[in-house]
């Protein structure tokens, strides 16, 4: 059974730089749609990007395009997403997600987790 797990998550001034990790287990993410979430207080989960696995095609939201960049290493078995010029809108829980039934356009236009495997999520916080 595939889990997920996400790391590097925490504060960081606006205009700052993180990066999230998802590591993978139990299964392999060969043709996966794979992808990062984040979900504000009161608010839907939002795809903020997503790939799929076998091409590294990639979709990311108005929002950070520019900023946010998707990838995953050879093995295929961690997800990255590199988060640069960080703004207060990115505040939120950031989730890793992976899916085989939808594609990542798709996948990333969901507003709701009934889809895939999520990890537990990391929280993200921008402030000065």
């Not at 060969?30 to 979709?59: L, T």
């Not at 939120?92 to 992976?98: D, E, I, K, L, T």
Request: charged fraction near 15%; proline fraction near 2%.
């Amino acid at each position: 059974q595939l889990q997920l797990m996400e790391s590097g998550g925490g504060l960081v001034q606006p205009g700052g730089s993180l990066r999230l990790s998802c590591a993978a287990s139990g299964y392999t993410l060969d043709y996966h749609a794979i992808g990062w979430f984040r979900q504000a207080p009161g608010k839907e989960p939002e795809g903020v990007s997503c790939m799929w696995s076998e091409d590294g095609s990639s979709y990311y939201t108005d929002s950070v395009k520019g900023r946010f960049t998707i990838s995953v290493n050879n093995a295929k078995n961690t997800v990255y997403l590199q988060m640069n010029d960080r703004n207060v809108g990115d505040t939120g829980v950031y989730y890793c997600v992976a899916v085989q039934e939808l594609t990542n356009q798709v996948m990333c236009s969901r507003r709701d987790r009934r889809f895939g495997t999520w990890g537990q999520g990391t929280q993200v916080t921008v402030s000065s």
